[in-house]
């Protein structure tokens, strides 16, 4: 009989992002340092421009490391309309990725971009993401019309576009609005 999984906790991360410095020793991601349980893990117009410091390996722009085995049409791990345009600094840039540190074939990319000007340094890189240049990641056009034509509600979109910035969820640009954690 084939073995059956219970689906009870996936991470999902919905219109969200992650701003000032992560620090350790093995393992960082903005979202997630390691993902390895039998849930699946979903990111959906999502942002962080996180300033990452590694002393060891396995470091993401959104997750250190990512081995989840799922992989079917109800329960798919992927990154959608998302992008990192913070800094990575790692002693083993082997083991180090724009967006994903250590990853399987079980995560699917759509829509994901990273400033491949800042990450440089960067050796490897995710396969189906879409290094920009710092200029061309704050230009509307350089973005698929699925990431720049997500709706929230008929009036409110997702994202919002200022001219020389990189693209900000639509609640972001209040200059009213933030959000810390200590």
Same mark, same amino acid.
């Given at each position: 009989?084939?073995?059956?999984?219970?689906?009870?906790?996936?991470?999902?991360f919905?219109?969200? $992002?992650?701003n #000032? &410095? +992560?620090?350790?020793?093995?393992? @960082?991601? *903005?979202?997630?340092?390691?993902?390895?349980?039998?849930y699946?893990?979903?990111?959906?117009?999502c942002h962080?421009?996180?300033?990452?410091?590694?002393?060891?390996?396995?470091?993401?722009?959104?997750?250190?490391?990512f081995?989840?085995?799922?992989f079917?049409?109800?329960?798919?791990n992927?990154?959608?309309?998302? $992008?990192?345009? #913070? &800094? +990575?600094?790692?002693?083993?840039? @082997?083991? *180090?990725?724009?967006?994903?540190g250590?990853?399987?074939?079980?995560?699917?990319?759509?829509?994901?971009?990273?400033?491949?000007?800042?990450?440089?340094?960067?050796?490897?890189?995710?396969?189906?993401?879409?290094g920009l240049?710092?200029?061309?990641?704050?230009?509307?056009?350089?973005?698929?019309?699925?990431?720049? $034509?997500?709706?929230?509600?008929?009036?409110?979109p997702?994202?919002?576009?200022?001219p020389?910035?990189?693209?900000?969820?639509y609640?972001?640009?209040k200059?009213y609005?933030?959000?810390y954690f200590?």
């Amino acid at each position: 009989a084939p073995a059956s999984y219970t689906y009870t906790c996936p991470n999902l991360f919905t219109r969200c $992002y992650v701003n #000032g &410095t +992560i620090a350790g020793e093995s393992n @960082i991601g *903005s979202f997630i340092g390691i993902s390895e349980k039998l849930y699946s893990t979903g990111i959906y117009n999502c942002h962080s421009s996180a300033n990452l410091k590694i002393s060891k390996n396995n470091c993401g722009g959104f997750f250190g490391v990512f081995f989840n085995p799922i992989f079917d049409n109800s329960h798919l791990n992927s990154i959608n309309n998302s $992008y990192f345009n #913070g &800094t +990575i600094e790692c002693s083993n840039l @082997i083991t *180090s990725k724009p967006i994903v540190g250590q990853d399987n074939e079980y995560i699917v990319y759509n829509d994901v971009y990273y400033d491949a000007e800042t990450l440089s340094n960067i050796i490897k890189t995710n396969d189906g993401i879409i290094g920009l240049s710092s200029e061309r990641l704050t230009d509307k056009n350089a973005f698929s019309c699925n990431f720049k $034509y997500q709706y929230m509600s008929s009036q409110n979109p997702v994202w919002r576009f200022i001219p020389e910035y990189a693209p900000k969820l639509y609640f972001e640009n209040k200059s009213y609005f933030f959000i810390y954690f200590d």
